[in-house]
């Protein structure tokens, strides 16, 4: 069984920095692609960020220049520094991940951590 789970949410006033982090645990051989998905009150699940094992980076347009999204293997954890946030970054956030099992490849998500932007 594996396990996804997310720190570092809270409450930050409009400008401010977050840094969440997603670690990996159970048993596994490796992960592949690792994401980070936000779902504001009342709308869909948005995938906001992915970095492949290695290492390329994509972002959805509204937190380009101020989001990176990035892995650390040696300790299967996934990061999301978050800068100059905006009310509207409010939302839970939740990590997810492809991992080789001896399943097979499988997908996991994390419960999710609340992140609130507001003054």
């Known amino acids: 069984q594996v396990q996804l789970v997310e720190s570092g949410g809270g409450l930050v006033q409009p400008g401010g920095s977050l840094r969440l982090s997603c670690a990996a645990s159970g048993t596994f051989f490796s992960i592949g692609l690792m994401h980070w998905y936000r779902q504001a009150p009342g709308n869909q699940r948005e995938l906001t960020a992915s970095v492949s094992g290695g290492g390329s980076t994509s972002y959805v347009d509204s937190v380009k220049g101020r989001f990176t999204i990035s892995r650390d293997s040696a300790k299967n954890t996934v990061y999301l520094q978050m800068n100059t946030l905006k009310p509207e970054d409010t939302a839970v956030y939740y990590c997810?991940?492809?991992?080789?099992?001896?399943?097979?490849?499988?997908?996991?998500w994390g419960k999710g951590t609340l992140v609130t932007v507001s003054s």
């Open positions: 997810n991940a492809d991992v080789y099992t001896s399943g097979g490849l499988k997908n996991y």
